[in-house]
């Protein structure tokens, strides 16, 4: 299947091309690779996808190379193509190449944009191998090949060290979350003997599992949701994600909204047969989920800096798909991750042109009014809006949705309580970031101060930098791939329209055969298949419809002309409530103070004292040794070489008289 | 026949001798010319031991070595005439550049 | 009857032997390097005649051409262009302790050596150093000659490789250094 391996391939192509060969060539160069690989990528997905919904959606795998085989342990570079995979390839070269478009214009100011697209190649390579791995191993390659991308790209100005810390924390805390992923893979070999999904697929469908497998299940599968969490940023490995802002918004874009955060629902769903095996998992996902996308969503609600609201956000529509797979419901799951792809890309991007058009100004407060300067921007991301706070009939509303509803009958109405109360906050904080952003006066503040700094210059100047503090929208190449998200975000929600509003949920119909629920688990869930009331369904529709126009009026209310002087009061009053918010909850400063500072201790005492007085002192001394020999014994160098060759014939004799009296 | 041990410590009393003057003369050419007397008791020790032995591979090495002992001496005169131009003497007493 | 002609090869051969061993101490010992080298050149002979005495013809006239005729030659060329004035003239230069050491040591290495040649079987075969038979296949030189470019054929060609190194050796050691001009 030629058109397989060319997907594969043509990013990793693109990659080499752009990081071995391009660096001295033109930006426009380097940036025509990149799109080029990445369309044919995408071309090539295209034609996998329409091949594999011939064959009726059956999957079918492909071995690139035999890799791994060691005693028992088989790990081929395989891949498989089925519906889950096919869907997950489209997402990521579609909206790949649509943020690779958009990344030459954000980026024509860089003067290394090779090495840019050379990493952004490399990670799409790379989140492909993920999504299309047939066994834990070739994902597992996928996993850290994307995590060190993501470290790559948030740390592109590493010049900053700031950037390069957020760089660094992305990368570490990733990394604890593979620490359970890796436990996963072993667990799973040592008790299935085998790491391939196909294998695994079949011997848990197939028959009856002893108890000893079963326990192994639930330890497998809660290993393997550390390793998600991490990823996904979940509570509580999340905190790498505010901090991955620092990288170019693009990088945002593609990696921490569309792609690779998404893999820990991927691998969840990969491997839905095992996780229903395990409700005692399931139920901390479903709960973790929860409470990651509440917990966000406080937080999103008092942020300045508009690509942290929407990374908050991001986290928070996280916690939704993971809540989703802790019910259950890993198609609206799915559904979900795939809708957010295209709205949250879509806002990311959006975002990236307001903050170009402001000159690189990310503070909300200091925007404003920017509807008039950059139209379509200003459309394009009002459609994001409306489909992540859920307005029908934009995609968010369906898949949102699916998922309160899944929650409510496999959770309870506490866990649809939470999650509708997250709602009710997205809402609110995503209508605020609009007005803040595009509606009332300009508050370019900043840029005023700046004026008054450059009055002693000439008149003629001082008219030039006023025409140039005015924003302005942005080229066709930024705006068109956002059109076609916005198209996207708008349209895609039919494919999953439920039964009971008269749709017939093509979404769920379509990866209903890649989910399984073994014999074994069926009646534990059992809801999933059961019949419910339509009017409850309903019922809990209008619900969150209602939560969502409250909130978003509220927002209108309080900032449509900009920011209303209530706020202040409000702010005074609850200090503390509000520092908390606007601190994340000092997540950070705790881990900071009971994890990073504790290892840093010990480290600094292992240095000074191990290293500086044992190690080096040993070292050191044998130094000190030779000197001291040398020293004692360099009085006997006369330079006669008389006395030299004297010396030769006696050791030679004495070698001699051994040899002999042997 | 004479026995081939005379022949060996013929050899050595002429190796002792040019031991003697290549570490105990001061004069570089002197010592160079002792070596040349160590290489020939050399030569007659092969000599010696491959009648013994019934072969002609000694008197072959024997070839070699004189091949050698001839690149030797010339490489070596010719450091000595540098050695000679740049210090003016061949005197290893004086000549004590090695030291330390 | 006493064997003569075993009496007369032991004869010559302590007869050369006594002179080898004086004229060696002549060179070692004579202060004037001339001197040394002339008396280097008649150990030379005498060794060469050992050489013959046992049978390696080929080896003793090489020794009188290349070892007396040349590289001697280029001593005696060499301390001639050294000039050496008489009061530049050194002798043997004696520290007790070194001498006595290296007396002492090499005697010592003597008498293990003697030590351990004395069980060894004595006249160790002869074989094909019998006189006939070389005379039958050509004689010594011609045996020499198919031994060295047949099984020494590469230390042959080596050989040559090393003579010309170290002529330019020789050559580029001992030049002149080149006196810059002065205008």
Redesign the interface.
Known sequence: MTALWIMLLAPLVGAALNGLLLRKSPKIVSHLVAVGAMTVSFAAAVSVFLNMLKNGGEPQTYLAFEWLDAGGFHAPFKYIVDRLSGLMMLVVTGIGTLIHIYAGGYMHEESTTYRFFTYLNLFVFMMLQLVMGDNLMVMFVGWEGVGLCSYLLIGYWFHDDNNAAAGMKAFLVNRIGDIGFLFGIFLTYRHFGTVSFSELREMIGAGALDAVKLGAIGWITLCLFVGATGKSAQLPLYVWLPDAMAGPTPVSALIHAATMVTAGIYMMTRLNFMFYLAPMTMQIIAIVGAMTALFAATIALVQSDIKKVLAYSTVSQLGYMVLACGVGAFEAGVFHLFTHACFKALMFLGAGSVIVAMHHEQDMFKMGGLRKYMPVTHAVFLVGVLAIIGMPPFAGFFSKDEILWKAYIGGGPVIWGLGAVAAGCTSFYMVRLLCLTFYGEHRGGGHGDHHDAHAVHAKKEHHDHSSHHEPHETGPDMWGPLVILAIMSAGVGFLGVPHVLGGHNIFEEYLKPVIMIPEAAKEHWEFLEASYSHSLEIGLMVASVVIMIMASGTAIVLYGRGPAAVLGKWKASLPRVYDTLSNKYYVDEFYFANIVQPVRDTAEFLWSFVDVKIVDGAVNGVGEMCKFIAGSVSFKMTGSVHRHAMVLVVGLVCLLSVLVIN | ??????????A???F????????????I??????I??ML?AV??VF??A???????????M???V??????????G??????L??KYG?????I?????? | MPDFSSLMSHGVFHLLAGLITLVSVLVVVSKHPVKSAVFLVVDLFLLAAVYASLESHFVAAIQVLVYAGAVVVLFLFVIMLLNLQPDQLRGMRFNPVEAVTLIVSVIGMLIMLGVSMSGKPTGLGDGSMDVNAIEAAGGNTYMIAMKLLTDYIWPFELASILILLAIVAAVVIAKKDKKPVVS
Do not use: H, K, W
Not at chain 2, 66 to 75: G, K, L, Q
Not at chain 2, 89 to 93: E, G, P, R, S, W
């Open positions: 026949m004479v026995p081939v041990e005379f022949y060996f410590m013929l050595c009393v002429i002792t001798l040019g031991l003697f003057g290549a570490l105990f003369r001061r004069n050419i002197m010592v160079l010319m002792s040349e007397l020939n030569n007659l000599v010696a491959g009648r013994s032995i019934g072969n002609l591979d000694g008197q072959i024997v070839l070699f004189i091949t050698v002992a001839a690149c030797e001496a010339a490489v005169l010719a450091m000595v005439i540098a000679f131009r003497t061949v005197n290893t007493d000549l004590r550049l090695l030291r330390g």
